[in-house]
């Protein structure tokens, strides 16, 4: 099968799909996505923590740290 019949059969099967996580996952494949669905307001605040974190990279709660106190309130 030469590469032209191999890129039909690709994208007759695409065009079937009706899973949009599953046209998602190839927009991001192709990285070809068009969306972006994180809203601003989230941006923001990962963009503030970021840049704490980076001011004081030693000022965090270690993971272990926090299942402990999970299974604690549990």
Same mark, same amino acid.
């Given at each position: 099968? /030469?590469?032209?019949?191999?890129?039909?059969?690709?994208?007759?099967?695409?065009?079937?799909?009706?899973?949009? @996580?599953?046209?998602?996952?190839?927009?991001?494949?192709?990285?070809?996505?068009?969306? /972006?669905?994180?809203? /601003? @307001?989230?941006?923001?605040?990962?963009?503030?923590?970021?840049?704490?974190?980076?001011?004081?990279?030693?000022?965090?709660?270690? @993971?272990?740290?926090?299942?402990?106190? @999970?299974?604690?309130?549990?």
């Amino acid at each position: 099968m /030469d590469l032209a019949e191999k890129k039909r059969q690709i994208v007759n099967r695409i065009d079937e799909i009706q899973d949009e @996580w599953l046209i998602r996952a190839i927009e991001k494949l192709l990285d070809i996505e068009d969306y /972006d669905d994180t809203p /601003d @307001w989230h941006r923001s605040l990962l963009s503030e923590r970021l840049e704490q974190y980076e001011k004081k990279p030693n000022d965090v709660i270690k @993971w272990e740290d926090i299942k402990k106190r @999970w299974k604690n309130e549990l």
